[in-house]
């Protein structure tokens, strides 16, 4: 699979959209990392986090481990991208974006969400409210998760998911 691609293509859509001079602090915090929705998202389950109908693409890209292709499966509606890997016994979160309040993580974070809010969440200083992105991370630094704020409120929420 072509993670590293994934996360390095996030990072440079992050740049683009919010301008490279952000002020940004990282946090780690393995459990909300590792399962940002409070349990493991499937295709299955999106419908809990996702109201209405959303369109399905098929993506065939190259599995970065060995000659084989891997296969995502890419769910999306206006404001909410999800992306999974598809293997051949299971299903991965490899991936979103979500930029509407309708989809709500855990602890109830969601877009729309003040930045006082999300920094009371996570017992982030107040010397720290200055920042206009917040990474989440865990502790091997495997899973990143970003946040965007603009305006003192939660304006966009990249998740990576934690494959290898």
């Given amino acids: ?5 994934f996360f390095i293509f996030i990072y440079l859509i992050s740049l683009v959209a919010f301008g ?4 940004s602090i990282t946090l780690v915090n393995s459990k909300f ?5 409070g349990e493991k998202i499937t295709p299955l389950n999106l419908n809990k986090l ?3 109908k959303m369109t399905t693409e098929i993506r065939i890209i190259q599995n970065r481990n060995s000659q084989n292709k891997d296969t995502l499966l890419i769910y999306n509606t206006t404001g909410v991208e999800f992306a999974f890997l598809k293997s051949k016994g299971e299903t991965f979160f490899y991936g979103s974006t979500i930029e509407i309040p309708d989809v709500k993580l855990a602890m109830g974070i969601r ?3 003040s930045k006082n809010e999300f920094l009371k969440i996570f017992n982030i200083n107040n010397a720290e ?4 992105k917040v990474v ?9 998760n970003y946040f965007y704020f603009e305006k003192e409120k939660l304006t966009k929420i990249i998740l990576g998911g934690c494959i290898d």
């Fill in 1 to 5: 699979m072509d993670t590293n691609r």
């Fill in 20 to 23: 490279q001079d952000e002020r």
């Fill in 33 to 37: 990392s590792v399962k940002p929705f």
């Fill in 50 to 52: 996702v109201i209405g």
């Fill in 111 to 113: 877009v729309g969400l």
């Fill in 129 to 132: 409210s200055q920042v206009d």
């Fill in 136 to 144: 989440i991370t865990d502790e091997s630094e495997f899973c990143y």
